[in-house]
Structures are given as structure tokens and as C-alpha cells.
């Protein structure tokens, strides 16, 4: 499978922004596709993720509230739309695909490149 994640930008504190991720070659291996962000000097973490064919959802306890997770799968794109941004939420977004849910780096097998959103303050 291939991932291409775009959508970032800069924005301000209590802004909104909407990242997509395209994906093609899908297989019955992923199963999970998930949203992790990486900001400098920091390990990579688990924002959000959502299960491909039943549509729940998971979310890290950082983002409860604020951001939310969705997939079209008539196109084959999963979203995530991020509201009431805060300056901490800075970072490079990647989406990725697991055969299960897995909230870890280590567990995604696929990984689109990052796109970098800036929270001003």
C-alpha cells in the first residue's frame, strides 16, 4: 500500500485544519490506518486511527475532543479534521496502515511522508 498525506500548514492557536491521506494498493493486511505526528527530538506517537471496514475509532488522550478521524472509502482516503489547534499540537503528521489495531510506531507496516503542521501561539 502506498500513503500520500497532505493538508498541513500554519495556522493559529484555536484554528482548525483538515490533513487528508490517499491511499492505493490496499490489502486485507491493512486493517487499522492511523494518524501519528513527530515533533522535534521526540519520539513519533499515536494521535488517531480508525478501522477500515467497521469505522471505529481510536484516539490518543492529548487529542479527546479536539480532533476527530474519518475515512471515505469510496475514494480510498482517511482524514483527520483538527480543531482548537493548540501550539503543542506542532509537528510532522504521518498516516499509516496496521493489520491491527496498534497504537504504535513500531506495529504500522506502511508510511506515507510527513506533512508539517505549525500552531502559532
Known amino acids: 500500500v502506498q500513503l500520500q498525506a497532505s493538508g498541513g500548514g500554519l495556522v493559529q492557536a484555536g484554528g482548525s485544519l483538515r490533513l487528508s491521506c490517499t491511499l492505493s494498493g490496499l490489502t486485507t493486511r491493512d486493517n487499522f490506518m492511523s494518524w501519528f505526528r513527530q515533533a522535534p527530538g521526540e519520539e513519533r506517537k499515536f494521535v488517531a486511527g480508525?478501522?477500515?471496514?467497521?469505522?471505529?475509532?481510536r484516539y490518543a488522550e492529548s487529542v479527546k475532543g479536539r480532533f476527530t478521524v474519518s475515512r471515505d472509502a469510496s475514494i480510498y482516503t482517511v482524514y483527520l479534521q483538527m480543531n482548537s489547534l493548540k501550539p503543542e499540537d506542532t509537528a510532522l503528521y504521518y498516516c499509516?496502515?496496521?493489520?491491527?489495531?496498534?497504537?504504535?510506531?513500531?506495529?504500522?507496516?506502511?508510511w506515507g511522508q510527513g506533512t508539517q503542521v505549525t500552531v502559532s501561539s
Open positions: 480508525i478501522r477500515w471496514r467497521e469505522g471505529t475509532k
Open positions: 499509516a496502515t496496521s493489520s491491527a489495531v496498534d497504537t504504535t510506531a513500531v506495529g504500522a507496516t506502511s
